[in-house]
């Protein structure tokens, strides 16, 4: 493993560790598909198995880290045929959510929806990819939850995050993607929500997902399009 951790001493242990790692995953020091060996984290961060633990479970939460079969913890790595079927399924389940929040949104959810829609606007404009990326799933967290499904919201997070994280990977610090263009494909679903059209927010989704899938396909097919400015 490249990366070295300095030692960690105080009682906001399995936060800390989480950070650390989640930045070195986004500023490249950990790479994708690299493994995550829990003693030999342990060990950098001079603490036990079980703050390590935890720090991964709150990254593999986040999308960040993917626990395989036999136990071992890998950084997310999303091939095309992954994001192929993760796309597929968003295209069933979030029309679904959308639907629902158009049906169903009462004037308190929508003002939240906006705030959330001007914080991820603000990301943009200060070019905060993480922020942004965090901003970003936590404004579809909230379309999907006025459904009232939790079981939908649990099939979505579970489907989704892993491609946010993927995505928070491949752009930080690359300077190939338009953060305020990728926000202001959010507006026609936000305003086919607050008008109580269903059919305009499929819709709207359909397009959005459309732009988003050919922006992923891209960095994802021809990688060094996407490489940092400074290289």
């Known amino acids: 493993m490249g990366a070295i951790f300095d030692q960690l001493t105080n009682t906001t242990l399995r936060g800390r560790i989480a950070e650390k790692l989640r930045d070195a995953i986004l500023n490249g020091s950990l790479k994708e598909g690299e493994r995550l060996v829990e003693r030999r984290l342990a060990a950098q961060f001079a603490t ?13 939460s986040e999308g960040f880290v993917i626990k395989r079969p036999n136990a071992a913890t890998y950084v ?17 389940l979030e029309a679904y959510a959308v639907s629902e929040a158009a049906s169903l949104a009462n004037p308190e959810q929508i003002r939240n929806l906006q705030r959330i829609y001007l914080d991820l606007l603000e990301a ?26 939790d079981y939908l919201v649990a099939a979505l997070r579970r489907v989704v995050l892993p491609l946010f994280a993927a995505s928070a990977i491949r752009i930080a610090s690359r300077c190939a993607f338009d953060l ?19 059919e305009r927010a499929r819709t709207a989704l359909f397009t959005a997902i459309n732009e988003w899938f050919n922006e992923i396909r891209a960095i994802l097919s021809d990688p060094a399009r996407h490489e940092n400015c400074q290289n």
Not at 125 to 132: C, Y
Not at 137 to 145: D, G
Not at 180 to 198: S, T
């Open 48 to 60: 036990s198995l079980t703050a390590v633990r935890e720090a991964l479970i709150e990254l593999e």
């Open 76 to 92: 997310t790595k999303l091939s095309l045929e992954a994001a192929e079927h993760v796309f597929a399924v968003r295209r069933i």
């Open 124 to 149: 943009a404009r200060s070019g905060d990819t993480q922020r942004f990326i965090v901003t970003d799933f936590s404004l579809h967290e909230a379309i999907w939850r006025i459904s009232g499904n």
């Open 180 to 198: 305020l263009e990728d926000a202001q494909l959010h507006l026609p679903l936000l305003d086919a929500i607050r008008a109580g059209d269903p």
